[in-house]
C-alpha cells in the first residue's frame, strides 16, 4: 500500500492491541435487483492482522481512590479475590481515546496521550484537571509514540517520544519536549526514549538507543555529556518521590518480557523486584518511596500490580478480564490513574457449504 507508519492513510498501529483499518470505506450502489449469494469458506475459518474484523476499541481512563496499606503475601497469579480498588470512576469519554496518563508534580493536572480527531487522527498530548473536566490539546500531529511521556520536576514541560525515519530507511526514537501551556515541541534527545526526572530536577534518565541496543543512561541535568550507563536493557524510568531510588523495568514497553527493578541514585547495583518475566506496560512510586505499582501481563490481561521496596510476592490491585496498564500514583498518594483498553466484538452468521443463503 506504500503507506506511512508515522501517518498511516490506510493501517494505524493501536498499542498493544493490533492494527486497524482507517481509509474511509463508501458502498458502490448495487446495480442488480437481489445481492449474490455470500461466499463461504469450506476448509477454514481465517483471522487477518486487522484482529476478529468487526473489532472496536475503547481506550477508558479510569480514577480510583484507594488503600496503600495492603496485605502482603498473595502469590503471583491472575487475581481471583475482589481488589483493593475502590471508588472506580470513568474520567474520559471515547472521543480521542486515553492513554498513557501522568500526574504533573503539583497532582493537579494530568497529561495522556489520545487521538485528535477520532481514529484517523494522530497520537497527541493532551491534558486536563487530574479530578476530570475537559481535555486541552498541548500538540497537534505530532504522532506520539514509544515509551510513556511525563512532566519535568517544575511541571513547566512535558517530555514525549516520537519516531522519524533516517534518510537510510530506518526508523529511530528521539525525545521531545512541548510547554505544559502548550506550544511548538521542540527536540529534547536524539535516539533517546522514555525519560524521567528526579522530583529536584538535577538528575534526568533516559532510554538510549545505540548499535541496535536500548541502554538506560542516568546523568545530571546540567552535565549531559557525562551520562552514565545503569542498566541493558531499561525503560520508563522513575524516580522515587524521595530521591533516593529509581525504578525501570527490562520490559520494552513497545513489546518484551521482562522485570521490574530498582538502584540507588547514590551507589549501589541495581536488583530484581520481580521474578519471572512478563510484558510490563507503565510502573509508579507510592507517595512514602516504600512499593510501586505496575501493570503486567500475567497469564491472561494485563493487571495491576503493587511490589514493596524489599520484594517479595506482588500483591494484585486488578481483577476481572483485565487489559489495565499505564499507572500513575499522585503525589499525596491518594489517586491512582490509569488505562483501561476494551474490545468490543460483534456476532455474526453465515451460510454454511451446505446449506442455502
Known sequence: LDDDKDDPR?????????YRFVAEVEAEPSTTLAPPAPTVPTRRWRRSGLGWGLATIAS???AATWWLGLRNGRPVSAPSSPPALTGLRQLTTLGTGALKPAFSPDGRQLLFVGERGGYRGGLDLFVMPSDGGEPR???EGVHASGDLPVFTSDGRAVVFSRYRTRPDGARVCDLWSVPAEGGAPALF???ASGAGFSPDGRRRAFTKHLS???????????????????????????????????????SNPEGGPGELWVTSTSVGQPRRLTEGTQQMYGLAWTAD?????????????????????????????TAGLGEYSAPTVSPDGRRLRFCHVRSVKDLLIAAGPGDAA
Open 189 to 191: 534527545m536524539a535516539e
Open 289 to 317: 518511596s516504600r512499593a510501586l505499582v505496575f501493570a503486567a501481563k500475567l497469564g491472561g490481561g494485563f493487571h495491576l500490580w503493587k511490589v514493596g521496596l524489599d520484594g517479595g510476592p506482588p500483591v494484585p490491585l
Open 10 to 18: 490506510f493501517v494505524q498501529t493501536v498499542p498493544r492491541q493490533g
Open 137 to 139: 490539546a498541548l500538540t
Open 212 to 250: 541496535g541496543r536500548s541502554s538506560l543512561w542516568g546523568a545530571e541535568s546540567d552535565d549531559l555529556d557525562r551520562a552514565t550507563q545503569i542498566h541493558e536493557p531499561g525503560f520508563v524510568p522513575r524516580f522515587s518521590p524521595d530521591g533516593r531510588w529509581l525504578a525501570f523495568t527490562t
Open 60 to 62: 477508558l481512563l479510569l
